[in-house]
């Protein structure tokens, strides 16, 4: 199994600029996040998906959105990129256990630099 | 809205020493996870906590939850260089499956 995998790894994009992180897991994961990681500053979730169909907004959403139209699908979108969009972005998948355990599997990352 | 705060945030000890890092959070939850994240790379999970006097145990390394007080605390004994990493600790929201993290704690060992 490849687990979460993330495209790009790296990307430049210019102010104002629209692009897509593609996040794809092959673990039956209900369960979706996206987080981006600044330094210093800890893991923000910018938006969550319980299953197929079903979005939710985390804590830092703006500027950002997504979509969840398959179970192992869950792109992230930024429409109009700014330099405040700079950092690394993580992917992220889980299934929630009987146990109410929701361990993450997280992506490699993608390194997103808005000039 | 719920706050996870860690603490300290930055930690450099010898090795050989004992020491505890710290995650308070703001609101009602009873599941909590910590991770590792070595530097450039992605995270990983460490402990699973799930009910009030959860404790876990894995090497040098020991996690515990107190519900009650809205604290868990990541114990590391005799510390070797190996476990220079980031520790996360992250709490799962009223049950909701709003995944909150603290904002690490970057630990550096020095031999």
């Known amino acids: 199994n490849a687990g979460v995998t993330q495209t790009p790894k790296f990307r430049i994009l210019k102010i104002g600029q629209s692009m897509t992180l593609q996040c794809a897991q092959d673990?039956?994961?209900?369960?979706m996040y996206w987080y981006r990681q600044d330094p210093g500053m800890g893991l923000k979730l910018i938006y969550y998906?319980?299953?197929?169909?079903?979005?939710d907004k985390g804590e830092v959403p703006n500027g950002y959105n997504v979509s969840r139209s398959t179970t192992e699908d869950f792109p992230l979108r930024l429409e109009l990129a700014a330099p405040s969009q700079t950092s690394v972005y993580f992917c992220?998948?889980?299934?929630?256990?009987?146990?109410?355990?929701?361990?993450?599997?997280f992506g490699a990352g993608s390194r997103l630099t808005v000039l | 809205e719920l706050k996870v705060e860690q603490n300290p945030l930055f930690l450099s000890m010898q090795e050989g020493k004992n020491y505890t890092i710290y995650c308070n959070y703001s609101?009602?939850?009873?599941?909590l996870y910590w991770y590792r994240q070595d530097p450039g790379k992605s995270l990983e999970s460490l402990f699973v906590?799930?009910?009030?006097?959860a404790v876990k145990q894995e090497g040098r390394l020991m996690a515990s939850l107190d519900t009650k007080a809205r604290l868990s605390t990541l114990h590391i004994t005799a510390a070797v260089h190996d476990l220079s990493a980031t520790y996360f600790c992250?709490?799962?929201?009223?049950?909701?499956?709003?995944?909150?993290f603290g904002k690490g704690t970057r630990l550096h060992i020095l031999p």
């Open positions: 609101t009602t939850s009873d599941r």
């Open positions: 998906s319980v299953g197929a169909g079903i979005t």
């Open positions: 992250a709490v799962d929201v009223n049950r909701d499956d709003k995944i909150i």
């Open positions: 906590l799930l009910s009030n006097g």
């Open positions: 673990m039956n994961h209900n369960y």
């Open positions: 992220a998948s889980s299934y929630s256990a009987n146990s109410g355990a929701n361990v993450l599997t």
